[in-house]
Every structure is written in structure tokens, then in C-alpha cells.
């Protein structure tokens, strides 16, 4: 079946045709400065005329938040589109964006059967003590205050991949994945599901990531609030678009300037990208500890899969857990068609991948599953 994938986020949408016998895309494109050089619902109307042609069989949207209410990928209906609107207030940036996709592509193809896949759903299995707040649990209940976990469909792909890559069940493997991208997070999965990740309630908590602060003790905002007398709305911008990398070196968010900012000697992009280093090998331990050790490490994202030196940098001298890197298979440039590199020395008890991560076959996969389970 040919399934349309469409990502629509805070500033751009992703889309791909996937034909789901083959796994391969048959049309993909990317539609950017959405709500800048052109308005949403004109982009929207301008992607699908174009895809009128393609026999599209069924709709899957990425939907960034789906609160406590999803455990899978749901066949969109009124209800399922009151519950992504109820979730917008934890997602302000994306959840309405989503929504516009789902609205506009239900007009546009008003047969065809859509599916949402929530990047919080493969978190629904995170432990209560994983997921709890040590705060007062009236607040709690009363505003869904719990850590939920995001970048689902990510690293339920790769970890997937690597127990095909290993050649072993998934339901017998401690898989520790990272992926370091724009946004940035860790999951410790336990047999295939998710028992913690780094990001919490929102996709601010973890990981230092491109623009966003990830943890940080919240005392320093109540300091910055009475100081600075920042509002909401201040402290709002400054965690997720001017903090991070960006905040750290006050150059950039991007790697591969900051690595190449860094080798020509500017401090600010060099301690950005120990903070950053130190941070995910703080989470390594952390999750180590949390799965008695790990079968494997999954490394994915932009930097993940790309950086050799960064991946040196956050896996060396973890000779303690059993871990070795092989120096010369992660410099190895991976073929196209390789989404998959073994990195690790032939004595590392934990197996080391870089995985390419597919997330719209996974939202194509999870679109389909969700479909054969509608009577
Ligand atoms: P997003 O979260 O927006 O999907 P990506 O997964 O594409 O982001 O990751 C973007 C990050 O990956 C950027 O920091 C970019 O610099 C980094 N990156 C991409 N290619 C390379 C490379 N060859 N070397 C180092 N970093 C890279």
C-alpha cells in the first residue's frame, strides 16, 4: 500500500510517499519557512494537489504529543482530534501545527484513512517510578504533570534494526539508543520497550540539544525570574531558542560549524561541545546502571550518525562497562546504502551501531498495524 507520511513541525513539512511492500519512498519533498515565506494551510493545499496522482491508500501524521492517552498509533477520528486538540496546551509549538495537517488532509482526500503516531506512545510503558515528578501529586494529577518521553518512533526503529543486526530477538536485548540531533534524547529499552528516556514532560528535559537548555536546576529560573524579572514568555524563548549549543557558544547550534569552529580555536564552541559530550555520557551511566548493562548502544540523529569525533568523544574510556570502540570502523564512511555501521572492537562485550534513522517507515509501518487492527 502507498501510504502519504506528512511531518508537519513548528516550521516546515516533511512529507514522503512510502510503499510499504517495498520500503521505499516514491516522493518525498520538504516544504520550509511554513508561516513565514508561506501561510499553513496554503502549503498544505499546495503539497496534497500534488499528490493527487500517487493512489494514496492511507494517511499517517506524526503527532508530537498524545498526553497519557495513547499506547499506539489510533485511527484519526472526532475523538481522537478532540484528545490531539486537549494536547496542545503540552505542545503549543507543534500539537496545532499537527492538527492543521490532519484537518487539511481529511478535506483534501476526505476517503482515505488517516492514523495518528504520537512520539510519546512508545514511552507508555516507562515505569511509574520512572515517570513520576517528585512533586506534590495533587498538581500532578490535576495538570498531567509526568515525564513523558518523545522521539518514539525513532528509537523503536533503530532498536528494531539492531536486533536484526545482531541477529537476536528484540524481546531478549538492553538496548541503550541515542539520538543526537536538532533535539537530542536517550532511551534505555528493556526487551523492545521503553523503561526511561531522557525528555520529560516536554522535549526540554535531558540531553543539551541544538537551541534547548535540556536539564538544568530550577532553582537558577526562579533566580532569573527575580533578577532579570524575566515573564513567562522570556524564559519560554530563552530554554528552547537561544539556549544549548547555541547558548554555550554563543556561535552556533550546528556541529559541524562548532567542530570546525572548535579545531580553529574558539573557546565558546569548544566547551559547547564538552557540555554536550558530558551530558549524554552522564545518561550512558546513568542507564547502565538503570539495565545492568547493555547488549547494545545505539547511536542516531544528525551527529549521531555523522560525527566520528563526537561518537569518540562520548563512548571512549568506558573500558569499566566492557565498552571498546574500534577507531577505525567509526572513521569509516558508511555506502549509501549502509544504514547500519558496527563500530565496536571484536572484544567490546556491548556491540556499538550507528543506525540511520528512518522515522516516516516506522510512522508508515505503524499506520499500516494500526489499520488491520479496525475491524
Ligand atoms: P533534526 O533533529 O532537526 O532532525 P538532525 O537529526 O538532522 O536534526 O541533526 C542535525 C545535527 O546533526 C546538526 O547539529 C548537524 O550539525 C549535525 N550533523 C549533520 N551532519 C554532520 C556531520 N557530517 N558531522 C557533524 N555533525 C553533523
Redesign the pocket.
Known amino acids: 500500500m502507498n501510504i502519504l507520511v506528512i511531518n508537519y513541525g513548528s516550521s516546515s513539512i516533511k512529507y514522503q510517499v512510502i510503499d510499504t511492500r517495498s520500503e521505499t519512498t516514491l516522493k518525498s519533498g520538504n516544504i520550509e519557512r511554513v508561516g513565514l515565506d508561506i501561510a499553513p494551510d496554503a502549503a498544505m493545499r499546495q503539497l496534497l494537489a500534488t499528490l493527487q496522482d500517487c493512489a494514496i491508500g492511507a494517511i499517517g501524521h506524526r503527532v508530537v504529543h498524545g498526553g497519557d492517552h495513547f499506547r499506539q498509533a489510533a485511527p484519526i477520528d472526532d475523538t481522537v482530534i478532540g484528545v490531539i486538540r486537549e494536547c496542545c496546551k503540552l505542545a503549543p509549538l507543534h500539537n496545532p501545527r499537527n492538527l492543521d495537517g490532519i484537518l487539511a488532509a481529511r478535506a483534501a482526500f476526505p476517503e482515505v484513512p488517516q492514523v495518528a503516531v504520537f512520539d510519546t506512545a512508545f514511552h507508555a510503558t516507562l515505569p511509574e517510578h520512572a515517570h513520576t515528578y517528585a512533586l506534590p501529586q495533587t498538581h500532578c494529577r490535576t495538570h498531567s504533570l509526568r515525564r513523558f518521553g518523545f522521539h518514539g518512533t525513532s528509537h523503536q526503529y533503530v532498536a528494531q534494526k539492531a536486533a536484526e543486526t545482531l541477529r537476536r530477538p528484540l524481546s531478549e536485548l538492553r538496548l541503550i539508543s541515542l539520538?543526537?540531533?536538532?533535539?537530542?534524547s536517550a532511551c534505555a529499552l528493556e526487551g523492545g520497550r521503553s523503561v526511561e528516556t531522557s525528555m520529560g514532560m516536554t522535549p526540554l528535559e535531558g540531553l543539551v540539544?541544538?537551541t534547548r537548555s535540556g536539564d538544568l536546576d530550577p532553582g537558577a529560573l526562579l533566580y532569573l525570574m527575580r533578577q532579570e524579572n524575566f515573564s513567562v514568555e522570556d524564559v519560554d524563548t530563552l530554554l528552547n531558542k537561544q539556549s544549548g549549543?547555541l547558548g554555550v557558544s554563543g556561535l552556533s547550534?550546528?556541529?559541524?560549524?562548532?567542530?570546525k569552529a572548535a579545531s580553529e580555536g574558539h573557546p565558546g564552541a569548544s566547551l559547547a561541545l564538552a557540555v554536550f559530550v558530558h551530558r549524554v555520557r552522564k545518561y550512558l551511566g546513568a542507564y547502565l546502571a538503570i539495565l545492568n548493562g547493555a547488549d547494545a548502544i545505539i547511536l542516531?540523529?544528525?551527529?549521531?550518525?555523522?560525527?566520528?569525533?563526537?561518537r569518540q568523544r562520548i563512548l571512549q574510556d568506558l573500558s569499566f562497562a566492557g565498552i571498546a570502540l574500534d577507531t577505525a570502523k567509526n572513521e569509516a564512511r558508511p555506502t549509501a546504502l549502509q544504514s547500519v555501521l558496527e563500530i565496536s572492537s571484536p572484544q567490546s562485550r556491548v556491540k556499538l551501531l550507528t543506525i540511520k534513522?528512518n522515522e516516516e517507515l516506522m510512522i508508515a509501518q505503524q499506520t499500516l498495524a494500526a489499520l488491520n487492527t479496525v475491524p
Not at 179 to 184: I, K, P, Q, T, Y
Not at 300 to 310: K, L, Q, R, V
Open positions: 539520538h543526537l540531533g536538532n533535539g537530542a540539544m541544538g549549543l547550534p550546528d556541529v559541524r560549524e562548532l567542530e542516531t540523529g544528525g551527529i549521531g550518525e555523522n560525527s566520528p569525533s563526537m534513522t
